[in-house]
């Protein structure tokens, strides 16, 4: 029995704990918290209600404050268990007391918080029996959720590469120490009698510390390099229906002269979205992403031409195919496959992708500012563009602004218990003809939520465009309410840069809340409390270094108890409620990226001539820097074969990181108000200790109410008596009985 409402996020090294009052729904400070009733309190909240302690395993948490205690269990890994204080009838401070186990509100995982990382690499991927093969790794530690050269434990030594070939047997194992530059590098001899197939090399570290292993494939087989490639030419690469599309096909030796066989090809189309390279911003779709209004469907591509054709004098075989018209295809990509013959029979492959044929006009919008805000003038850009992208005037189109909103409203589902169901409604607030080659149409909107930007032909029979925007005001904006508990929460860009600051609009459902708002990922950068007492709450996030790549806003959205009397079908409507949402912020890795510049010393080389590589690396501030390269100069045609190049480093490093905060508050089990009278009936009326704000927990609750091995009967009878548990519910009494 507790009045104080308790919220853990646990990361792998450390805990937030967030103590407020469930009554009043304020943060409490000066709470002392106690890991396995030590008397020392290990941390005491501040001024909102936050205390971070150590993630020490600790079995047992206490929170004081003033006289209210309350005590919570989270079990190692991510489970929870129950403690009976049955432990602890020594401290008489603590007996006849109960713990809870505290229940998981969002799931994040730990697994990644301090595994160090290496990309491995080699030269070239695809290699003969007899040759060297090369490899690379750069090798980094995770150290206070960062990349690190200085090891956040003991550092590795050693770390142990196992090979092993196609049959799965292990071939070699070779060990090596990691350079003061944070990489490593070995070569590997593959023996002439080595089986072809694909390899792997396996590489891990004798430090139980960490939770390190990599590996890297490579392939072993008996080729050729490529004597040379397909080559497709296009007269152009945006057609409009009706028009030819030209092509010249032919193969090219490598060394520099024709190939003088027949060209097989097949051209096919695939629809597609129209988007602009001149004006990207632009909407050209009619679909949104919101909610369920997506459609996921992938067209499939059909063939619309195939055949086999001669070469000229030149070597070039020329290709004429009309392109017409197709029912329900707007606009498609177009990708064009061809295959000719060596003198020794040998194919030779290309394809070519970038084509397109379009529709002569297309009609996009944009909404510059995703957050606009009530009142104010709000930017809706129109264009029709050719498929070329240039501007076409005098085009007459529709614009129409919707608002929408969700009444949700709560009905009994299974069981009789509340769940949450919502209508639909849109209204137009603008709706007028404008001429259009390219123009600006400003629109004031006063009331805030959701809203569409749509175009349409003057009859609103075709819909050409759609682009969503929000209004940010006073007032209120009918959201949909989820059933898990959880809110949604939208940012005005897709990706920020360091010092940008996001910002935040929470779909807060509740007319007086507290949002609680912590930016984390492996650990806490920063807390604080915002008031939400209207459907719509922003915040903003500056962006720093730190959150790159990415990193990850938590709101929880906290309500004290509302009032009395409010039981619904078992249901108490009043009790405190926390609802949380997560936004993640794409930062992009501009601080992190080298740019990198390679000259030779001249074009073309004789066979055995010697060749001058130079290379200039800069940081994102066109600084020169110190660093280490790996070059690899490999043959184009053994390249081309298997389409491989050298990895990107900031692509593996900086790829997006997962969450790993784990929450868990107690609000979802908090029992309701409730009014017993026979048989466990709930009824309404004066609630006594309940409706004073506390909860009145049944705490005995046991699914067996007796259980006892051996009864002796004397005289054909035998009697038990006991005491019966909290339960609300019917016993049912089973005896087995045996004689002599």
């Known amino acids: 029995l507790s009045d104080i409402g308790v919220t853990v996020k646990k990361t792998k090294h450390n805990m937030l704990i967030h103590v407020r009052s469930l009554l009043d729904n304020k943060p409490l400070e000066s709470a002392f918290v106690y890991c396995d009733l030590d008397k020392k309190p290990v941390s005491i909240t501040d001024n909102q209600g936050v205390a971070i302690v150590k993630n020490n395993e600790c079995k047992l948490y206490t929170v004081k404050h003033g006289d209210s205690i309350f005590h919570y269990n989270i079990a190692n890994g991510n489970s929870y268990r129950y403690y009976d204080y049955d432990d602890y009838e020594d401290d008489s401070e603590y007996s006849g007391s109960s713990t809870i186990a505290l229940p998981e509100k969002y799931y994040g ?67 090596g120490a990691i350079s003061d530059t944070g990489s490593i590098s070995l070569d590997l001899a593959l023996k002439k009698d080595y089986p072809t197939g694909y390899y792997r090399i396996e590489a891990t570290a004798n430090n139980k510390e960490y939770n390190f292993n990599e590996s890297v494939r490579f392939q072993v087989e008996e080729f050729k390099p490529a ?98 018209a197709i029912h329900n295809i707007s606009d498609a990509d177009i990708l064009v496959t061809a295959k000719t013959y060596l003198s020794d029979d040998s194919p030779v492959f290309g394809a070519k992708s970038g084509l397109q044929v379009l529709q002569p006009v297309h009609y996009g919008l944009r909404v510059p500012q995703y957050f606009n805000y009530a009142g104010s003038s709000v930017s809706v850009q129109l264009i029709a563009v050719s498929s070329n992208d240039a501007v076409v005037e005098n085009n007459t189109v529709k614009l129409v602004i919707k608002r929408h909103e969700w009444r949700s409203f709560q009905i009994a589902g299974v069981n009789g218990r509340l769940q949450w169901e919502y209508k639909k409604i849109e209204t137009n607030v603008y709706s007028q003809n404008h001429t259009i080659g390219k123009k600006d149409v400003s629109i004031i909107i006063n009331e805030p939520g959701y809203y569409t930007a749509e175009i349409y032909d003057t009859t609103e029979k075709q819909k050409y465009a759609v682009q969503n925007f929000y209004i940010i005001g006073k007032g209120e904006a009918g959201w949909r309410v989820n059933d898990d508990e959880t809110v949604d929460i939208e940012t005005d860009k897709k990706s920020y840069n360091v010092d940008d600051t996001a910002l935040l609009l929470v779909k807060n459902p509740f007319e007086n809340a507290s949002a609680f708002v912590t930016v984390e990922r492996e650990e806490f950068h920063d807390y604080f409390e915002v008031p939400a007492t209207s459907s719509i709450v922003t915040i903003p996030i500056k962006i720093t270094e730190e959150y790159i790549p990415n990193v990850y806003v938590s709101v929880m959205l906290y309500t004290g108890r509302t009032g009395f009397d409010k039981v619904h079908k078992g249901e108490d409507l009043a009790k405190p409620k926390c609802y949380i949402g997560y936004a993640n912020l794409k930062v992009i890795p501009n601080e992190k990226t080298l740019q990198v510049k390679v000259t030779t010393d001249k074009k073309n080389y004789k066979p055995r001539e010697t060749t001058t590589v130079d290379i200039l690396v800069t940081d994102h501030r066109g600084l020169l820097v110190n660093g280490e390269v790996t070059i690899s100069v490999a043959d184009r045609g053994v390249l081309n074969l298997v389409n491989y190049s050298l990895p990107n480093p900031l692509e593996y490093f900086y790829a997006p990181r997962q969450l790993a905060v784990i929450t868990f508050d107690v609000r979802q089990i908090i029992l309701g108000q409730r009014y017993i009278k026979e048989k466990g009936e709930l009824i309404g009326g004066d609630g006594g200790i309940a409706s004073m704000g506390m909860i009145v927990p049944r705490a005995n609750i046991k699914f067996t109410a007796y259980y006892k091995a051996t009864v002796k009967v004397e005289n054909g009878r035998a009697k038990a008596t006991f005491r019966l548990p909290d339960n609300l519910t019917s016993f049912k009494t089973m005896v087995v009985v045996h004689t002599n």
């Open 109 to 175: 995982s730990s697994y990644y918080v301090n595994r160090p990382k290496m990309q491995l690499f080699t030269d070239r991927y695809l290699y003969k029996p007899g040759e060297t093969v090369h490899i690379k790794g750069i090798f980094r530690y995770r150290n206070n959720d960062e990349w690190s050269l200085m090891p956040p434990l003991s550092p590795i030594k050693n770390i142990v590469f196992k090979v092993y070939n196609s049959r799965d047997d292990e071939i070699d194992t070779i060990k």
């Open 227 to 324: 004597k040379a490639e397909m080559k497709i030419i296009p007269n152009k690469f945006k057609y409009n229906w009706g028009e030819v599309l030209s092509l010249d096909l032919f193969g090219w030796y490598l060394f520099g002269a024709p190939v003088m066989n027949d060209v097989e090809y097949t051209i096919s189309i695939t629809p597609i979205v129209y988007r602009s390279e001149r004006y990207p911003d632009f909407s050209f779709s009619t679909q949104t992403y919101y909610y369920d209004e997506y459609d996921a469907y992938s067209p499939s591509p059909r063939t619309v031409a195939t055949g086999k054709i001669k070469v000229d004098e030149k070597g070039i075989a020329k290709v004429f195919i009309p392109l017409r």
